[in-house]
């Protein structure tokens, strides 16, 4: 009996190791400044239109050959401060299948409407491993949801790419990256300087491009942050009111009872 239960803590034990290195093959991502998380617990955040602008241009001219935005619409986008006319025009630079076949047997097609979803650069998922190595591509439209620090994650993995330290073997479609579990990303390095032009005179690096990216991410996410945040206020200001009036009440009661 002893010598089974030795055993059993042996085991716990190892895999206790085994736990805390995998744990700490995983690097934290520094904390970065993001104008949707300002004030006391981010009640004050707000998203940035002229940022979230040119991250829809990072993701259409860099991220969009590999990545799909399958939660969001091209109506969306109003959001981000385009009006009707540019909406249509974003929307018609796109192609969709009606999902049917014409008369010589071929997918009907037509333009991009505002009510359509952004189109995926792969008709499905295994051509999309095909052209990737055997990797899958993430799709965006969540990921700063589904990773831990979301932002400051998506951030630091896209300037996070490094020459491997010594004694580290990579394959020909590997690259070495700070913050991706395990350091070993299939992805290479999707941006750098110079890449993306941008029209208001924004620095063109890669700093600026995987910030302008997350926070146009961020907002596909979540894109009634700022909806929510406005309604949460309201409220607590509302009962900071009715405390006010309710405590007023209670005074004037107890004092005629006296």
């Not at 290195?21 to 239109?49: E, I, L």
């Not at 799909?68 to 385009?82: C, D, Q, S």
């Not at 097609?109 to 979803?117: F, H, I, L, M, S």
Request: net charge neutral.
């Amino acid at each position: 009996m002893f010598i089974r239960l030795l055993t059993l803590s042996f085991l716990f034990l190892s895999l206790s190791v085994q736990n805390g290195h995998a744990a700490g093959d995983q690097v934290k991502p520094p904390s970065q400044a993001w104008s949707f998380y300002n004030g006391p617990a981010g009640m004050f955040g707000y998203y940035d239109q002229a940022s979230m602008q040119r991250g829809l241009k990072v993701y259409r001219e860099v991220c969009a050959a590999c990545h799909g935005l399958k939660r969001v619409y091209f109506r969306n986008l109003e959001a981000l401060g385009y009006n009707e006319a540019q909406i249509k025009n974003i929307a018609a630079e796109y192609t969709i299948t009606k999902g049917k076949l014409n008369e010589e047997g071929e997918w009907e097609e037509r333009p991009g409407e505002p009510k359509d979803k952004f189109v995926s650069p792969f008709a499905n998922d295994q051509q999309a491993k095909y052209a990737n190595g055997g990797a899958m591509p993430p799709d965006l439209s969540l990921i700063t949801k589904a990773r831990a620090n979301g932002p400051d994650y998506v951030y630091a993995l896209l300037t996070g790419y490094k020459q491997p330290p010594a004694g580290e073997i990579l394959s020909d479609t590997q690259y070495w990256n700070t913050y991706f579990p395990g350091h070993k990303l299939s992805m290479a390095p999707p941006l750098s300087d110079g890449q993306v032009g941008y029209e208001d005179g924004s620095p063109e690096t890669l700093d600026q491009y995987a910030r302008d990216v997350t926070h146009f991410l961020t907002w596909a996410a979540d894109p009634y942050m700022e909806e929510r945040k406005k309604t949460g206020l309201k409220v607590i200001l509302f009962l900071i009111v009715f405390a006010g009036v309710m405590y007023s009440v209670k005074k004037k009661i107890w004092k005629s009872a006296h």
